[in-house]
C-alpha cells in the first residue's frame, strides 16, 4: 500500500509537533522516520494510524484519503516500544486477540495465528505466558499480533529500545527479513541512526518538527542536505571546519586561523560561491600521506582504541580540531606530525545550525 501525506501540521499548544510535512512510501518500501528526541517522529506516526487527527493536510492510502478515517478502518499493524503483550493471556491468545475483536471464527483464527507463529519464528512459545519470555521472543510475539489481521501497512515506534545491543541488532534483521517476506509498507521510528541505515529502503531526517531529508541511506550518507543531516548520520561524527574564501572560491582560510587551503583538486572547478562556508570531511574520508601532496599537516593529540579501527584526535591550529580513523595497526603517537589529504569535502552554509 502506498502512503502519501500532504502538507501535514500537528501543533500542542505552542509546540509545533510536525510541520507542513509531505511524504511518499512506495507499495512494499521500509521506511525509518529517525531524528533526535521530541522531533515528532511518534506524532508522524500516529497521524499515519489515526490516534491523532493532523491540524492540516491529508494523507492517503493508495488512491484513498483517510484523514478522517478512524484507526480500526485503516487496515494498519501497530507495535510499540513496550509492546504491550497481556501478561494474563499465553502467547497464543496474545496474537488472536486482534482476530477476536473482530469475530473470526476461533477455528480460523487459531490457524491465522499458527502462521504469524512461524513466520515470526515463536511457534514453539505459544503456550507460554509473556512474563516467561526474553524481550526479543516478546518482542516477536507483538510483531505476529500487528501482522495477524493481514493489514497493509506496519507501523514500529522504537520496537528494539528494551533490548540490548546485540538482540537489537539480530531483531533488527529478523524485522527486515519478515517485511520483505510479506512485503509490507513498513514505517520503523527509531532515533538509532545505524538502525536506520541497516534496515530502510530509505529515511526520512527530521528535527524540531520540520523535514529535513528524504532519501536513501547512502544518498543521505554521501549527500547530506545540510549540517544537520551530515552530523547525525556517522560515528564517529563528521568534522566541520568553518572557513572564509580567499578569491575565486577555491582557497579558503580557516575561521580565527591563518592556514589557508587550496581546495582547486577538490572542487573540480566548482568554485564556493559564498563568502563563508563550512567544509565537512568524514574521519574516514582523510587520506593519510606525505607533506607535498596534503592539504593540511596536523598534530596528534589523542588516540582512542576502538578494536578494529582507532579514533585519533588531531588538531590543525589552536582550537581547530579533527578526528580521523585508521586501522586498528597503525603505527602513531600523541605528539606525531600527520599529513592529511581528503577524498570528499562536503561544502555547507555556514549559518546551518546542527
Ligand atoms: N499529547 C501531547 N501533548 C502535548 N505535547 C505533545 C504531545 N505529544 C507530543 N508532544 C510534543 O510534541 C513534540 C514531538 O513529540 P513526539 O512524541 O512526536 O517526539 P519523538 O520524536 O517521538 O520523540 P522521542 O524520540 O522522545 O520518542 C515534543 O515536543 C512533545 O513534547
Ligand atoms: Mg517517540
Known sequence: MKIILENICKTFGSVKAVSNLNLEIDDGELISILGPSGCGKSTTLSLIAGLLKPDNGEIYFGDKKVTNIEPEYRGIGMVFQ???????????????????????HKKEANKMAIQMAELTKIEDLLHRKPSELSGGQQQRVAIARALVKKPEILL???????LDARLRIEMREEIRRIQQ???????FVTHDQEEAMSISDKILLMKDGLYQQYTTPREMYSNPSNKF?????????INFIETEIMYNGEVVKLHNSRII?????HLKGKGIKENQVTLGIRPEDFIITNKDEALFSVEVIGIQIMGKEIYIIANI????KVTLVASWDFNIDVGDRLYLDAKNIHIFHRGDVC
Open 156 to 162: 514500529l515506534d522504537e520496537p528494539l529500545s528494551n
Open 82 to 104: 513496550n509492546y504491550a503483550l497481556y501478561p494474563h493471556m499465553s502467547v497464543l491468545k496474545n496474537i488472536m486477540f486482534p482476530l477476536k475483536m473482530k469475530k473470526i
Open 181 to 187: 517476506e510479506i512485503n509490507i509498507t513498513t514505517i
Open 261 to 265: 587551503l587550496n581546495l582547486s583538486r
Open 317 to 320: 591550529d589552536e582550537g581547530i
Open 229 to 237: 543531516v551530515a552530523r547525525f548520520l556517522g560515528n564517529p561524527p
